[in-house]
Structure formats: C-alpha cells, structure tokens
C-alpha cells in the first residue's frame, strides 16, 4: 500500500530505455536523437536483479507484471526473463506492451513458451504515411499488423492495440482502425495525448477526448459501455452493439484515474515509482525496503 492509501498489485518494469521508433508523443527525433545519451548497457538492471525485485512486490500482494521500455524486445534474452519471473509464486499473469516490429513468428512461440500471457502492440495508424509520421521511422505499417497476427497464431487471445490519438495527427485514423479490429478478437484502446516529462511540446487543444471519440465511433458502429473488469482499470470498456467484440477508452487527460491506480514501476535502472512520483519510502509495507531488494 502506498502513502494514498492505494493497493499495489501491478508491477511494470522496464526492461531498457532505448527504443527503435521515434514516435513523435513519446520519443521525438529532434530530443531523442543520434546524440541522446541513453543508459549505458552496463547500467541496466541485471536480469537477475530485476528478478529478486519481483520477488519482493509479490510477497507484498504483487499479482501482474508488464514487461515495457522503451522497446523491451530490443532487450537480450526477454525470454529468459519472462521464464523466471513465471516461476516466481504469486505471480498469476505477465503481459508486454511493443511495437511488434520485432515479433516474428519465431519470437512470438518463443515468447509464449517462456510464459508470457499476454501482448499489447502499439500502433497509432494503419495507412502508411500517417504511420511513419507518428513513429517518424522508415518502417512498414504492414511489419506491425504481421506482428500482431504472429502473436496471434502463437496462441495469445485478446491481443490489445494501444492508439494514441493527436489531433492534427492522426486523428483521422480513429474510424480506419476501429472498422480494421472490429470482429477480430482484438481489443482496439484510444489513448488520449498526454504529456510524458516534458519532451513532445504537449498542448491541451491538440487532446481528442475520449468523448469525441467515442461519440464518433458510435454514430458508424454503435457502441455501449460495460463495467470494468476490476477496480483501478485503465481503460474504460464499451462493446460493439453488433457483437463485434470490446474496445476502450483511456482518459488520460479528461478523467484521471490515479485514485484508484494499482501499479508501480521500475524503471531500467532500479527506480521504482508510482503515479505521482512517490518515492520508494512511502510505502507504508515495511518489507519493501531497499535491504530487501539488495540495494
């Protein structure tokens, strides 16, 4: 429990801070470019040691892990990590947000075999020239979308696509990949702009609210809004009235949701955060001490 109050029973840990896309909401090209200094490999947590921190969240209540970056398949042996955070007991689920711009159909078996339950692929639009605006990157839209098929026939169900949504961006993409996942299994989640740290020059009228968004998909394929599945979940879920399946809706500008926030962070370097920055030693559970982490 944290200094609010809130349960923690989601870990996210980031594997590296690098990644091979340049999206301009997140990593843009002219902060992140050939002169960043990223972490120095040598830096990064060990697999080992990102382990032992697992260990640690879940004698504390820890169920979920989500292994992010950055990129995280750009990061060595992701399958041996995933196969030994599985063993860790308590641990009931383990999910991966990526691009999929290195999820082949080998690494997607491997992936799962490992004891990955389950992937989220980010992808902001399906047409090629708005696609490689967004992540400003000579690569094909068409590598992501056999991505997310190589996950699919490796066996994972309720695949997420993540969709930030800018306006004078991307925002004509709402309708295109709303009718592309509608049937298909896949669960289709818009993201509102948001700031992430002060490097993609945020600004509040460049946000399509979830509302808008909604009110348009609903006027083409009507939707109707459905419970979440637990307390402190992101998105929130509407199912196609037609039996097209479930897609979502992240507020995360219009509607905070950190009071009921379930998740903490590690980063790359063993930095642990929850939402609203509160340091390690807020933690009112006094087995989450750096003497047990091995700090």
Sequence with gaps: MDAFGRHIRDLRISVTDRCNFRCVYCMPRKIF???????????????????????????????????????????????????????????????????????????AVALKDAGLNRITVSLDALDEKTFRTVCDVEFPVSRVLEGIENARQAGFDNIKINAVIKRGLNEHSVLP?????????????????????????WKLDEVVSASELIALINQEMPIDPVSPNYRGEVAKRWHYADGGGEIGFITSVTESFCGDCSRVRLSAVGQIYTRGQIPLDSFSNSKVEMSHIGG
């Design 177 to 201: 990949l709303a009718r592309y996942f509608h049937g298909t299994g896949s669960i289709l989640r818009f993201i509102e702009y948001m700031d992430v740290g002060s490097t993609n020059n």
């Design 33 to 107: 470019g050939p002169g960043y200094a990223f972490v120095p490999r040598d830096e990064l947590l060990r697999l080992e040691e990102i382990v032992r921190i697992a260990k640690v969240f879940a004698a504390c209540g820890v169920k979920k892990v989500r292994i992010t970056g950055g990129e995280p398949m750009i990061r060595r042996n992701l399958e041996h990590l995933i196969e030994m955070i599985a063993t860790i007991e308590g641990i009931d689920d383990i999910s991966m947000t990526t691009n999929a711009s290195y999820l082949s159909k080998g690494r």
